[in-house]
């Protein structure tokens, strides 16, 4: 099971930018899709974008696209996701996850078998 450790949440005003990372361990980190899900206090997780393992195909909800972005660099074992235009509803606990069984990204969450601890963002209004 893959090692992951989220960096780059915190505080920041409505219209502001963050840049999360995720660091991964182990030596295959490029042969799978790698995703970003968030947790709202009282909600449920949720998909935000997920990458193929080469970063030609990436997926984003709804919520966030346009705004958000994901990269990988697979020489530094690291996903990224850059938001901008950051909402209050933004607001949440992001986690990384790995999906070392699939090269891309399939719809289904269930697919991501690892998971960092979390890192906070705060969007205040």
């Known amino acids: 099971q893959v090692q992951l450790v989220e960096s780059g949440g915190g505080l920041v005003q409505a219209g502001g930018s963050l840049r999360l990372s995720c660091a991964a361990s182990?030596?295959?980190?490029?042969?799978?899709?790698m995703g970003w899900f968030r947790q709202a206090p009282g909600k449920e997780r949720e998909f935000v974008a997920a990458i193929s393992w080469s970063g030609a195909s990436t997926y984003y909800a709804d919520s966030v696209k346009g705004r958000f972005t994901i990269s990988r660099d697979n020489a530094k074992n690291t996903v990224y996701l850059q938001m901008n235009s950051l909402k209050p509803e933004d607001t949440a606990v992001y986690y990384c996850?790995?999906?070392?069984?699939?090269?891309?990204?399939?719809?289904?969450?269930?697919?991501?078998?690892?998971w960092g601890q979390g890192t906070q963002v705060t969007v205040s209004s």
């Open positions: 996850a790995a999906s070392e069984r699939y090269s891309d990204y399939s719809g289904r969450g269930d697919d991501f078998g690892s």
């Open positions: 182990g030596r295959t980190f490029s042969s799978y899709a």
